[in-house]
């Protein structure tokens, strides 16, 4: 009997132990659904609804006037909506259309947790950037820079073909956001286009005076400041002008002293006249009001033009580069990985790429560009260096720089020529593109990266460098390469001696290794220039000021033209 009881009692116990599991096991099924349910209408069906005007945000979000003038308090729903409702304030300080929406420049401020406060450019109700933002609670802080762009490519502005194909050239405006500070979002950057891409010959009106495209995009690049007294400059030394101030230009021959002011300076913030200090440079014309300066960036292969707005948005956002300093990004047929070859002949050697890349030349020259900086980086050298035979009678030779502007022949001031770990033969640049280009630019750098497994692929793919006995290695990884002449072991022996000769003869240009960088940098440690904060600095002191390698503190001399960074590597702690 006993045993019967106790085999019933366990069945009886296993029933209820199988009853109870599967009780619990639908309970958390039934609410998982639920919290899913729950998402999708907050996060998806709400925001469609109200979109389309079917609910009213004013009645979910308890909207109501805080007083004040453009501000308001609403309830956050974010966070136990039912259980500890909390209210929160908007406002708004700036510019608005016939409808009361934020429009041109303005400033909103949130202090909900997930809120931003955000000052800048606005179209109808829509931050468009530029604009600089801070999250209220966590402090993360982003950045939406505009960037113009010219593109010879069939293709979109999100996509690149497989196979590279020319087309006209088109022109366009576009606004990229980025992360600068904090957290970093994995979504980062986000690009726009915000014009075009349009026909050049169609990209004008009345807004910049009825030039050509170039005058079109420009004149609608700009920074998120709405005061541009001049508040700090950079005065450098140089060898042809004497004294270079950052931002301004001057018509004397050569400027031996420069005299700066502080002057007392009228300006509105949020409706009432206010006294503000402002530096003034005697002799000097501010650039904002004369012909600017161009930063003209040439990316890659297999790089849409939204990636190359990503590439050069983020290295503006971190750089912090003056508003005198216009970007211009150049997009050409650039492939895919699978048809490298064809990226090369078709996209960087092509007669379209090089005729398109001599129309925006010649446009910037027109449009009365005062300097230009070339910024490339992989193969997009090859394409600046394989065109230069074609587009050098468009640059202003060196040794014109030292007349007065009246006296300067017709030519496009070329200010810096920078490569970033070129994808170029480096024989074809000492021998040929090299003497060509010195004469048009007195400070020509090179990064490289004698690591670089993407240059190391393709010095394999076209069978050049250490591959094979009669090739010679890319830019990018001769670091220490680019000079004429070598190492060679003397002819007699020299007692007690060193038995080597050095007859290399350095090129006039700046090369900095990175090959010792780590923070920042990917595997294959070919493209990290615009997020490593040494290259950052050190490119915009390049850009800006306009400085020799020998001149940038945090660069250490090596050898010949070459410079090391001053930096510890990132496992280097204190203990």
Not at 154 to 162: C, G, I, K
Not at 356 to 375: E, K, S, V, W
Not at 532 to 552: P, S, T
Request: charged share 20%.
């Amino acid at each position: 009997i006993n045993a019967e009881y106790m085999g019933i009692t366990q069945k009886c116990v296993a029933f209820q132990s199988q009853h109870t599991r599967t009780a619990v096991m639908s309970t958390v099924i039934v609410l998982e659904l639920l919290a899913l349910l729950l998402w999708v209408y907050l996060h998806v069906v709400h925001t469609r609804l109200v979109q389309r005007g079917w609910y009213s945000p004013r009645r979910w979000y308890h909207l109501a006037p805080y007083g004040i003038r453009n501000a308001f308090t609403f309830t956050s729903h974010s966070r136990f909506p039912y259980i500890f409702p909390r209210n929160y304030t908007c406002m708004y300080k700036g510019h608005v259309d016939e409808e009361g929406r934020p429009h041109e420049w303005g400033q909103w401020l949130d202090d909900s947790p997930n809120g931003e406060s955000m000052q800048g450019w606005w179209d109808h109700g829509v931050p468009v950037g530029p604009f600089v933002s801070r999250e209220s609670q966590s402090g993360y802080a982003f950045s939406c820079v505009r960037i113009g762009f010219a593109m010879a490519r069939a293709d979109s502005p999100q996509s690149s073909s497989f196979l590279p194909k020319p087309a006209p050239l088109t022109c366009g405006v576009g606004a990229v956001e980025c992360s600068t500070s904090g957290k970093f979002f994995r979504s980062f950057p986000l690009v726009s286009i915000l014009v075009g891409p349009l026909d050049p010959g169609l990209a004008t009106d009345s807004e910049c005076g009825g030039g050509n495209w170039i005058n079109f995009c420009l004149a609608r690049v700009f920074q998120a400041q709405a005061n541009v007294q001049c508040k700090y400059v950079m005065v450098s030394a140089d060898e042809d002008c004497g004294i270079l101030v950052s931002g301004h230009d001057c018509d004397q021959e050569v400027v031996e002293e420069v005299t700066i002011r502080r002057e007392r300076a009228l300006a509105l913030v949020e409706g009432r006249r206010t006294d503000e200090s402002a530096l003034r440079i005697e002799g000097w014309r501010s650039l904002l009001q004369t012909n600017c300066e161009v930063l003209l960036f040439i990316p890659g292969f297999n790089q849409s033009l939204a990636d190359t707005l990503k590439t050069l948005g983020q290295l503006l956002c971190l750089g912090g580069f003056p508003p005198h300093i216009k970007p211009l990004v150049f997009s050409y047929p650039a492939g895919r990985i699978p048809t490298y070859f064809q990226a090369k002949a078709v996209g960087a050697e092509g007669d379209e790429t090089a005729s398109a890349l001599q129309q925006i030349l010649r446009d910037l020259l027109a449009a009365g560009c005062r300097q230009l900086h070339i910024l490339a980086h992989s193969m997009g050298a090859h394409v600046f260096l394989s065109s230069l035979r074609r587009t050098c009678s468009l640059f202003l030779p060196v040794v014109s720089a030292r007349r007065p502007q009246d006296a300067l022949p017709y030519g496009l001031p070329l200010g810096t020529c920078t490569f970033l770990n070129p994808d170029s033969p480096r024989g074809a640049f000492i021998s040929t593109h090299f003497p060509t280009l010195r004469q048009f630019c007195s400070r020509i750098t090179m990064y490289g990266d004698s690591n670089d497994t993407a240059l190391r692929w393709s010095e394999l793919l076209n069978r050049t460098g250490r591959y094979k006995r009669w090739g010679t290695p890319s830019m990018g990884r001769g670091v220490f390469e680019m000079c004429q002449g070598q190492v060679v072991r003397r002819s007699t022996s020299v007692p007690m001696g060193n038995p080597f000769e050095d007859r290399r003869v350095f090129l006039d240009m700046d090369v900095v290794d990175t090959t010792w960088v780590q923070n920042n940098v990917q595997d294959i440690r070919h493209s990290f220039f615009n997020l490593n904060r040494e290259l950052v600095e050190d490119l915009r002191e390049l850009i800006v000021a306009r400085k020799r390698a020998a001149g940038r503190p945090r660069l250490v001399h090596r050898v010949g033209n070459v410079y090391s960074f001053l930096a510890a590597p990132s496992c280097v702690v204190n203990r």
